[in-house]
């Protein structure tokens, strides 16, 4: 009964260019993608692919409809894992599967963010099983700081 | 062409002006801008608000040079396809980002091949002028793939997951 499906998410631009990079990790697994412009599906041929609208945490009604679609596809596919490299709608998601789902999720920060974690990278630290940053520099120990296992470039 | 693109999340006229006015100055035809959603409407390039994601990646190959915020997307596929590639930090204090995260990801890539760091915006011309001088070259361009350290790490990560 076990499935084992894979949701990688990740917004636009250059979140998505670095979740791309990262598909040795798991592209020959059972994985499907979600993100925030139709035309990404053709970076992802074969496979599943849902797009979700752009939710900025200063809006309160998009993140309330990027939830909603969220949830709905998270219902459906019923992923086992979340892997993302951000942003907000990224973080919601991984709110669901922690709490809908029970599902291990899986936060690595943007490249983008060299000095500190980004605001979303900050919050999914609670919600992440492995919450990653990509500078060496701002990883840790303690559970208040991210580890580093690596980076996209 | 001559790419010139500032992402899709914030306005940034500040890179569109300037380009508008090199544009002129240099009498280069054919200069081609994504502006966002900006209030600048350039006189001297053809632009667009938003390209889609595969169109995007489509001009960024067809570019001989492109001139940029310095946000990772440009930066990585840039990189992934050998175009020289001309950045303008977004300054925080001028409301063209959230944080002050360009400056320092501009830092990082100071010294790498094909990249021309425009610090303040009279660097621009210059950083231009050199961009063009190198050209395109596939031979020094980057995977498309992360370390292999990383995603196999990730992997095993994922693997004990579905245990």
């Known amino acids: 009964m076990s499935n084992s499906r894979i949701m990688a998410i990740a917004s636009g631009g250059g979140h998505w260019v670095q979740l791309l990079r990262l598909r040795p990790a798991f592209d020959d697994m059972d994985v499907f993608y979600v993100s925030l412009d139709p035309s990404s599906a053709t970076d992802v041929p074969d496979r599943i692919y849902y797009t979700v609208r752009e939710a900025s945490r200063k809006q309160k009604l998009g993140f309330f409809i990027a939830g909603a679609q969220l949830l709905w596809i998270m219902l459906k596919e019923r992923p086992r894992v979340v892997i993302t490299t951000g942003s907000a709608p990224a973080l919601i998601s991984l709110i669901l599967a922690k709490y809908v789902l029970r599902a291990k999720t899986i936060w690595i920060d943007s490249i983008a963010n060299a000095e500190c974690l980004s605001k979303s990278g900050q919050k999914a630290g609670q919600f992440a099983d492995i919450w990653l940053t990509q500078w060496p520099e701002l990883a840790g120990d303690g559970p208040d700081k991210p580890n580093y296992w690596g980076a996209v470039l | ?163």
Do not use: C
């Open chain 2, 1 to 163: 062409m001559i790419f010139v693109t500032i992402g899709s999340m914030f306005p940034f006229d500040r890179l569109i002006r300037e380009m508008d006015r090199w544009a002129n100055d240099n009498r280069r035809y054919d200069v081609f801008a994504q502006i966002g959603n900006g209030d600048y409407i350039p006189a001297n390039m053809d632009y667009v608000r938003k390209l889609s994601q595969s169109d995007f990646t489509y001009t960024m190959a067809k570019a001989e040079v492109i001139v940029a915020h310095a946000g990772m997307g440009t930066v990585i596929t840039a990189g992934q396809i050998g175009t020289p590639l001309v950045l303008l930090p977004r300054i925080h204090a001028w409301g063209e980002h959230t944080s002050d995260h360009q400056i320092a990801t501009a830092n990082w890539l100071r010294d790498k091949p094909r990249v021309f760091l425009a610090d303040t915006d009279a660097d621009l011309s210059r950083a231009i002028q050199l961009a063009l001088q190198t050209g395109k070259d596939g031979a020094d361009r980057f995977s498309d793939k992360a370390d292999p350290a990383f995603t196999n790490r990730l992997r095993t990560a994922i693997l004990d997951y579905m245990r």
